[in-house]
């Protein structure tokens, strides 16, 4: 038994130094990445400025000044920002081996997900008004592509953060990195639309939301699993 | 910084100490700079603490050189995420223990799609006279895809191990570990096919 236990250690010293030998032979300097805090600053500001420079373009709403007094519609907005943020530090954390969030940040941020497109519902459906979801969907297109178009530039900047990094479940990596992105384009659209009726925030932006951090968690689960190849 | 008390928490139950991580730690700077030295040393100096993680978690002692392999391949494409102002514990043991999963996922496939040698319907020649090469041809044939695929290319199209691991898309040590179970398997199948 023991000269089978011994020859099977001999075996495996004989493989660690053949895969030691075969890593020696690829070795070349890392590719350097920034700490994973300057990753999420880079992408806070360049995203902030790129949804500052868009807002510039498509002007904000009239009276916006009033819309941002009244508690629920600046709580919408600011828990879009927080759930962008939150977001976007899930995705460069969980693609950093030995950086994953702990259990209750991921709670948190799923509920402030789950409460933003529970909002429309709680505090912007009006009294006798029926909620058809085709016409808000139809009426609203203008702002569905909207959010769908400026959130792949957020998107595109995060995924090639992350895409850099290791991500060891890439599919829910690209649905956060979706989540963030999305969330602060919905947002943006939404200082620039006057139409804060429920049908309309819940089919025009925040649907998108919810379609792009779907199908980024599918393109994330192909881009940023590369490094494994 | 939830995942700091891992490391202690590994420190503790192992024979290494703060010291140990440290130095790993360092090693790792110099290795992310391309320190092919400073690579092997610590390669080997991590080598046994893989290989006993992966053995306690592993039962089956068949597959432990496969699941320490994709460890070792992991680590290594992995290397630059390590971030050099970090705890070098966690980053280590979140590395091992999804490519073990992830190892231990791709097992249960193959083992799905394996087809048994054993069951194989086979008498084979003691003749030389050709009859051995039907015999090998279908010994080849029986064997696992995988390791089948490495032999073909390697042996019968005679590419080098760099091209075979190319056109496989898998590493050369990935290679050498398929071709030579292969070898075996093959070995094996004639051997049974004599007698």
């Given amino acids: ?229 | 910084m939830k995942s700091k008390p891992a490391a202690k928490k590994s420190s503790k139950s192992q024979p290494w100490n703060q010291e140990q991580w440290e130095s790993w730690a360092q090693l790792m700077v110099k290795v992310q700079a391309g320190d092919t030295q400073a690579y092997e040393q610590l390669l080997n100096e991590l080598g046994p603490v893989l290989l006993g993680y992966v053995r306690r978690r592993v039962f089956n002692p068949e597959i432990v050189p496969d699941v320490y392999q994709e460890v070792l391949l992991t680590f290594h494409k992995a290397r630059h995420s390590y971030e050099t102002n970090r705890p070098f514990g966690p980053w280590l043991f979140t590395v091992a223990r999804n490519s073990m999963l992830d190892a231990l996922a791709k097992n249960r496939r193959f083992v799905e799609r394996e087809i048994p040698v054993e069951e194989l319907p086979e008498k084979g020649s003691t003749e030389m006279d050709g009859s051995l090469g039907d015999d090998l041809d279908q010994a080849l044939k029986a064997l696992p895809e995988l390791n089948r695929q490495a032999i073909e290319l390697l042996k019968l199209r005679g590419l080098t191990l760099e091209e075979a691991a190319r056109e496989l898309n898998v590493s050369v040590a990935a290679l050498k570990v398929r071709a030579h179970r292969g070898y075996r398997q093959l070995r094996e199948a004639l051997l049974k096919g004599k007698n």
């Fill in chain 1, 1 to 229: 038994m023991r000269a089978v236990s011994s020859k099977k250690t001999k075996d495996m010293s004989q493989f660690h130094r053949n895969l030691v030998h075969d890593l020696l032979a690829q070795t070349k300097p890392a590719p350097e990445i920034q700490k994973a805090g300057v990753q999420w600053g880079l992408w806070l500001l360049a995203s902030l400025g790129t949804m500052g420079l868009i807002l510039t373009m498509l002007k904000l709403q009239p009276g916006v000044g009033s819309v941002l007094n009244q508690m629920p519609s600046m709580t919408f907005l600011g828990l879009a920002f927080l759930g962008s943020a939150l977001a976007a530090w899930e995705a460069i954390s969980s693609s950093v081996p030995g950086r994953q969030t702990p259990r209750g940040y991921r709670i948190f941020l799923s509920l402030i997900l789950i409460f933003l497109f529970l909002m429309p519902f709680l505090f912007f459906a009006s009294g006798g008004h029926v909620f058809n979801p085709w016409t808000a969907f139809r009426d609203g297109w203008g702002c569905f592509s909207a959010v769908s178009l400026i959130g792949f530039f957020p998107w595109i900047f995060l995924g090639w953060i992350v895409s850099r990094n290791a991500a060891f479940h890439p599919g829910w990596t690209g649905a956060w990195t979706g989540a963030s992105a999305f969330l602060l384009s919905s947002m943006t659209i939404q200082l620039h639309c006057p139409n804060w009726q429920a049908g309309h925030m819940l089919m025009a932006h925040l649907l998108p939301v919810a379609i792009f951090t779907l199908a980024t968690s599918w393109l994330g689960a192909h881009w940023f699993s590369r490094w494994r190849k």
